[in-house]
Nanobody, 129 residues
């Protein structure tokens, strides 16, 4: 079992920044194993959207086009934590943000929800114009 706990959400004005954190733990989690760690976001009535992902083995990352140049995903292996630094936020970024994990490296299908076995409870991000 891998447990994921997100934090760092909140309310900001357009143009502002937030940093989300996702701490991993659990009986089967090992920082020596490879995971694809991703951030998704979802608004009511809409599909959950993959935003960014990182391969804990290689450190490679991927982003959806709408956040490229504004969001950065990173990992602190010593803290078993993945971060999502979000800059230049706009109202379209408002959503519930979820952390997700799958065992093994990221694939080209990283934006598909079904790839991930483990999910956090979510943290709300609200951007006001």
């Amino acid at each position: 079992q891998v447990l994921l706990v997100e934090s760092g959400g909140g309310s900001v004005h357009a143009g502002g920044s937030l940093r989300l954190s996702c701490r991993a733990s659990g009986s089967t989690y090992s920082h020596n194993s490879r995971y694809c760690m991703a951030w998704f976001r979802q608004n009511p009535g809409k599909e959950r959207e993959g935003v960014a992902a990182t391969n804990t083995g290689s450190g490679s990352s991927a982003y959806v086009d709408s956040v490229k140049g504004r969001f950065t995903i990173s990992r602190d292996a010593t803290q078993n934590t993945v971060y999502l630094q979000m800059n230049d936020l706009n109202s379209d970024d408002s959503a519930m943000y979820y952390c997700a994990a799958s065992v093994g490296g990221c694939s080209v299908a990283w934006r598909r929800q079904g790839v991930y076995s483990f999910w956090g409870q979510g943290t709300q991000v609200t951007v006001s114009s």
